[in-house]
């Protein structure tokens, strides 16, 4: 079950706007949001709240507490998530030991395949893996 602790409204930059349950990173300018541009972005802001496909237009971002979040692979209970790439959804961090990655939070309840959708502990923060 999804807690929001705080959701803030941004206006969408996106051109083709965002989906529910995706994460958004900074847009061009304050108080914009967009969809990542790749894998492991930087300047994360949170988690759509809901759907808002016309940009300029705002959406709810879910900044703390738990929001459920589009799957893009196979996630484990526990795994630190980041941005699975310009889709908005999220896959578990991985790489070298020595990368550095944009954790968005930590896996709620696990994800089998591509789309599932579940919650993440929203802890936004970087780590070195």
Known sequence: MPI???DKAYRVA???GVGAYRVVVHGPLAGECTLPAAENASGLLG???HAQ????RTVAVRKAGIAEVTA???IP?????IAAGASGKVKAASGAPGTRVNVLGFAETVA?????I????LSIHERTL
């Open 72 to 74: 893009a692979a196979a």
């Open 14 to 16: 996106a051109a083709n």
């Open 4 to 6: 929001h602790i705080l």
């Open 118 to 121: 579940i919650e993440v502990f």
């Open 47 to 49: 988690v759509t709240v």
């Open 112 to 116: 089998v395949q591509d789309g599932d």
């Open 77 to 81: 209970l526990g795994a630190p998530v």
């Open 53 to 56: 496909p016309s940009a300029g």
